[in-house]
């Protein structure tokens, strides 16, 4: 079986398979389409894309061009930032199904907890939102329900009127920025780590100590860094529209990280660059 399809348990028994392809910045079309299909020609069984990526409708197309069945294909997508609260949320769903033609999601994220436009009300409008959540969620629209950039102050929020606690929360995770305290809360509420730009968006590539783990495992950088993710139990989510990119960044099952190796990295502060605080982004 293919490594690429193991996966991790959800709290509800969901399986997730352990790495995801990204799709943020691949622009809809042709580029898009293309990109899924190799990433499900390379054996990927898991992709991730949002409604502010703008590209649904080209991942649910190369999710149907591939033959596979439906239930072989882990999807996930997200709501976009303009659309909070119980009805808007709703119709943001809704639609989010008509780009991408399918029956069911697999994954369904609050992208940002706390967008401009409800900054002085972001309490009350993610507990609407995730009230509509969970009503899709128990009608079987959604299989799994989660959050993405969500701090622990944000979740205990969400906590006072949920019913269903979020079983994922994607946020920025890569070797230098390892958001403990977001990553500690999510551990001890049985809550899975999804990794967004697990090569810090290129910046991985130039840190030296990750060259040379590279040099000694005879990998890639790109491959030590997801082994990285995968040994922290984390689930990585790299993004490449390169067909031998793909197939590189799926080949991290083959070789283990020693504690040695895994301590180095670890070590590491700021390579990358650090995640937006979501209480201050400017969306």
């Known amino acids: 079986m293919n490594a690429l ?20 910045q691949i622009p809809d079309g042709e ?4 990109a899924v299909a190799s990433a499900l020609d390379h054996g990927y069984r898991h992709i991730d894309t949002a409604a502010g990526y703008g590209n649904e409708a080209s991942v649910g197309q190369a999710v149907k061009d591939s033959g596979l069945p439906r239930e072989d294909v882990f999807v996930t997508s997200k709501l976009q930032n303009s659309a909070h609260g119980y009805d808007e949320t709703l119709a943001a769903f809704a639609e989010t199904m008509r780009q991408l033609d399918l029956d069911y999601l697999d994954l369904y994220l609050v992208h940002w907890p706390n967008p401009l436009k409800y900054r002085d009300r972001w309490q009350e409008t993610n507990a609407g939102t995730w009230k509509a959540f969970e009503e899709l969620y128990n009608a079987g629209k959604i299989r799994s329900i989660g959050v993405s950039n969500f701090h622990p102050h944000h979740l205990e929020e969400l906590k006072k009127t949920a ?14 920025d390892t958001q403990d305290a977001v990553v500690d809360y999510c551990r001890n509420h049985n809550i899975l780590l999804e990794a967004y730009s697990p090569l810090g968006t290129g910046a991985i590539f130039d840190v030296p ?3 040379q783990l590279a040099s000694k495992h005879g990998k890639t950088v790109a491959q030590v860094a997801l082994r990285w993710s995968l040994q922290s139990d984390f689930l990585p989510l790299p993004k490449t ?3 031998e990119r793909i197939a590189e960044n799926a080949a991290v099952f ?3 990280l020693s504690p040695e190796d895994m301590q180095l990295i670890d070590g590491l502060d700021g390579v990358c660059g650090y995640a937006q605080d979501p209480d201050k982004t400017t969306f």
């Open 5 to 24: 399809h193991d996966t991790y348990t959800l709290t509800n028994g969901v399986k997730i398979p352990v790495i995801g392809f990204g799709t943020w």
């Open 31 to 34: 580029t898009a389409v293309k």
């Open 163 to 176: 019913s269903v606690m979020p079983m994922v929360n994607q946020i920025r995770l890569c070797p230098g």
């Open 209 to 211: 100590e990750m060259q």
């Open 241 to 243: 529209v390169t067909p």
């Open 254 to 256: 083959d070789f283990e």
